[in-house]
């Protein structure tokens, strides 16, 4: 439901508006800092990698029984790398977990 209210106006200063001043370069905007080095080799990259490849692997997998492409025992077993990396991946986040909550000890360092 809407009033029939009326707002009422802002005041916005004089009526008329003043000179426009051209912007130096002074007043220019700060440069853009340079994006932080990225660094590849990395649990959360690992990670990332490995769920797409096991999503990936697997919706072609479906598409190609769709379509039924005949022989499958090759995809099958070329399917296994994804999902033994996404394993490691899920098992590492599993004992950090684990440790957090003080179920399993970490390893003493050697020396």
Same mark, same amino acid.
């Given at each position: /439901?809407?009033?029939?209210?009326?707002?009422?106006?802002?005041?916005?200063?004089?009526?008329?508006?003043?000179?426009? !001043?051209?912007?130096?370069?002074? !007043?220019? *905007?700060?440069?853009?800092?340079?994006?932080?080095?990225?660094?590849?080799?990395?649990?959360? #990259?690992?990670?990332?990698? *490995?769920?797409?490849?096991?999503?990936?692997?697997? #919706?072609?997998?479906?598409?190609?029984?769709?379509?039924?492409?005949?022989?499958?025992?090759?995809?099958?077993?070329?399917?296994?790398?994804?999902?033994? /990396?996404?394993?490691?991946?899920?098992? =590492?986040?599993?004992?950090? #977990? /684990?440790?957090?909550?003080?179920?399993?000890?970490?390893?003493?360092? =050697?020396?």
């Amino acid at each position: /439901m809407t009033s029939t209210r009326k707002r009422p106006r802002r005041d916005r200063g004089a009526t008329s508006p003043g000179p426009v !001043q051209a912007s130096s370069p002074a !007043q220019a *905007s700060p440069p853009l800092k340079p994006f932080a080095e990225w660094r590849w080799r990395t649990f959360p #990259v690992y990670f990332a990698f *490995s769920l797409a490849l096991f999503i990936g692997v697997y #919706v072609g997998l479906l598409a190609a029984a769709a379509n039924d492409a005949g022989n499958g025992s090759i995809s099958l077993v070329l399917a296994g790398l994804p999902a033994i /990396m996404l394993g490691l991946g899920l098992s =590492r986040i599993v004992v950090r #977990v /684990m440790m957090t909550r003080g179920v399993v000890r970490p390893r003493a360092k =050697r020396r």
